[in-house]
């Protein structure tokens, strides 16, 4: 099966990033971890963006309108600084990760070489060693993702939260 390993990776973070957000309210998702960082919302918010747009890439359909929230969750876009009003609500931005993330698990055992074997779609990514789709949803779906619970996680201690792990 193609990307077992990144699967069950996957599903781990699932589960570790449910740990992350089990006792954050909609009034606290939108404070950022500091000027110039990320808030809860942004995270959850840029993780469904990218599972969805790997969907798309795959040949799938995205459940979101991508082009609409590429603005607000694209890479290299700027968390609004508590801004709730530029986003969608806390429920939708956690409904959208759950249901990007669930189906990305879902489709990648799937996938054949026809899919896998392609160029990666991001030229930055391709030049910086992940020439192929293969290598771009092995990194979404273990790299990026923890890096950015990671962003999740410190935010948690900042704001005077226990640690899970």
Request: hydrophobic share 40%; aromatic share 8%.
């Amino acid at each position: 099966m193609a990307l077992e390993q990144e699967i069950k990776v996957y599903q781990f973070m699932q589960g570790y990033g449910e740990m992350l957000l089990s006792d954050i309210a909609e009034a606290d998702a939108f404070k950022l971890i500091c000027d110039g960082g990320v808030s809860p919302a942004w995270i959850i918010g840029h993780l469904g963006f990218v599972a969805n747009g790997m969907l798309a890439r795959c040949g799938a359909e995205s459940k979101i309108d991508l082009e609409a929230l590429r603005p607000l969750f694209a890479g290299g876009s700027k968390p609004a600084n508590d801004d709730a009003t530029r986003y969608p609500s806390w429920g939708t931005l956690l409904a959208t990760w759950r249901q990007g993330h669930a189906d990305l698990a879902a489709l990648a055992p799937a996938l054949k070489g026809d899919v896998l074997s392609l160029p990666n779609p991001s030229e930055r990514m391709r030049g910086n060693g992940l020439p192929m789709m293969h290598d771009l949803l092995s990194f979404v779906m273990t790299g990026h993702e923890g890096t950015h619970l990671g962003q999740l996680s410190t935010w948690r201690r900042v704001q005077g939260r226990s640690p899970l792990f």
